[in-house]
């Protein structure tokens, strides 16, 4: 995509896609679905609902800053790996940085960036000076100098406490930091590099890895105010994929409290009866190990936080003296998470 090729209608194209992110994934976005087919990427309904939130958020000129309690397999990195491409591959100048958890955490980021990128239609796909299999710079020389984007991917784990210090970064995503070891000490210096500005993103995500660590921490700073991150969380029923068909004659009293949840959030009795044929399913699928189901599978945060953190008590008497413990106001951390 060098500049002095392109036409001054391709230069419109690509000005007015770097502020339409749905046109631009249609034209550019593929990703490997569960079946290992290069397919392309048509937003689900949870990830539907955090890039619309992102966007309305850009819209406003406000800083995007945002905490992700995770579901399982909803492909809310995936959606924010798009954003991230998207966004550095149309506009000058930027540096974007990813952490995973592990090395192989972080080579499966990589890879994401590296399939979109390898897919993207020619029209939209920037000069690409170097591929380190860590990093993507869009960027070329000429009579020495060097031109076109100077936008940068850069990917890293968080073992690596130096990644991304010395740098200012308008796009951080933290992967999985309920695994980092040192996750506030790495945290609180990576935010010191994103300038607090318009267009800056920080995305914090992980599924739950027990309580008292910074992940649990900043989630619960953040469902109270206390924190520049807006908390997100998406119950696993958001998901259009987990429902299966079939009748249920009668639900437990576990079950029933999950379809008055359900129902706030505008489902219908039959839509409903198949999500909790689903978690039946999957219910008797961790027979051995109960809790499994609520850190894979929570109805709410304090439930994946719960089973990810070794109790020694059964995970359904916690979830419901805390139900009772719990303020109406606790349910305003999902207010996005909307049907």
């Known amino acids: 995509m060098e500049q002095e090729a392109l036409s001054a209608v391709q230069k419109q194209l690509i000005l007015d896609i770097s502020q339409d992110f749905y046109r631009y994934a249609d034209n550019n976005l593929y990703i490997k679905n569960k079946g290992s ?37 909803m492909g809310l990195s995936t959606a924010i790996e798009a954003i991230v491409y998207w966004w550095t591959t149309t506009h000058k100048n930027i ?14 980021l990589y890879n994401m960036f590296k399939r979109y990128y390898d897919n993207s239609n020619p029209v939209f796909k920037p000069t690409r000076k170097y591929d380190t299999k860590t990093d993507l710079e869009f960027a070329y020389e000429v009579d020495g100098k060097q031109v076109g984007l100077n936008s940068i991917i850069k990917t890293a ?19 999985e930091i309920g695994e980092w ?22 995305f914090l995500e992980s599924t739950a890895k027990g309580m008292g660590n910074y992940f649990h921490k900043e989630w619960e700073n953040s469902k109270k105010g206390d924190s520049v991150f807006e908390p997100f969380f998406l119950a696993w029923w958001i998901h259009d994929e987990y429902q299966m068909d079939g009748h249920i004659d009668e639900y437990t009293e576990e079950e029933k409290d999950i ?64 139900k009772i413990a719990e303020s109406k106001e606790h349910k305003t951390y999902i207010k996005y998470a909307r049907s």
Request: net charge positive.
């Open 157 to 175: 784990t968080a073992k690596n406490v130096s990644a991304g210090r010395s740098d200012t970064i308008q796009l951080l995503h933290g992967s």
């Open 95 to 108: 540096t974007s940085m990813i952490i995973g958890h592990e090395d192989k955490s972080s080579k499966n």
């Open 181 to 202: 070891e040192n996750g506030e000490e790495l945290v609180a210096s990576l935010l010191q590099t994103v300038p607090v500005l318009p267009n800056t993103m920080i």
């Open 259 to 322: 379809v008055e949840l359900i129902k706030e959030h505008g489902y219908t009795d039959e839509q409903i009866e198949k999500k909790i044929l689903f978690r039946r399913y999957k219910e008797r699928e961790f027979k051995s190990k109960p809790m499994l189901l609520y850190q894979e599978y929570p109805s709410t945060d304090y439930e994946a936080f719960l089973a990810s953190g070794r109790p020694r008590f059964d995970i359904k008497s916690l979830v419901g003296m805390l």
């Open 37 to 73: 087919q290069i397919v392309k990427f048509q937003p689900n309904k949870a990830q539907t609902i955090l890039i619309e939130r992102v966007l309305e958020l850009l819209a406003l000129g406000l800083p995007v800053r945002i905490i992700i309690l995770k579901a399982r397999q």
